[in-house]
C-alpha cells in the first residue's frame, strides 16, 4: 500500500517538475520580449533626443554608462571595505 503511494507521489511530483521547467521557459521568453520592447522603446526616445542617433551610437553610450555605473559600485564597495577595515583596526588598538 505504502509503495503504491510513493510511487504515485513520484509521478505527480516528476510532473510538477515538468510543469516547473515550462513555466520557467515561459518566463524566459517573457522577459526576453519585455527586453526588446524596452530597447525599441529606448532607441526612439533616443532618436526623438537627436535624429543623427544610430542603433550603434545609443549601443556605444549604453555600454559606456554601464561601465561607469559599475566602477562607480566597485569604487563605492571598495570604499565601504576599507572603512569597515579601518573601524576594525581603531578598535583593536586601545589608546
Do not use: C, H, W
Not at 520580449?33 to 551610437?57: C, L, V
Amino acid at each position: 500500500m505504502a509503495k503504491k503511494g510513493l510511487k504515485k507521489i513520484e509521478l505527480k511530483l516528476e510532473k510538477a517538475l515538468k510543469q516547473v521547467a515550462v513555466l520557467e521557459e515561459e518566463k524566459r521568453i517573457a522577459e526576453e520580449t519585455i527586453q526588446r520592447e524596452i530597447g525599441k522603446n529606448y532607441f526612439k526616445i533616443q532618436k526623438k533626443k537627436n535624429k543623427e542617433q544610430t542603433y550603434d551610437s545609443v549601443l556605444e553610450d549604453l555600454k559606456l554608462e554601464l561601465a561607469v555605473l559599475k566602477e562607480e559600485e566597485n569604487k563605492q564597495r571598495l570604499e565601504k571595505r576599507n572603512e569597515s577595515e579601518t573601524e576594525n583596526f581603531s578598535g583593536e588598538f586601545p589608546q
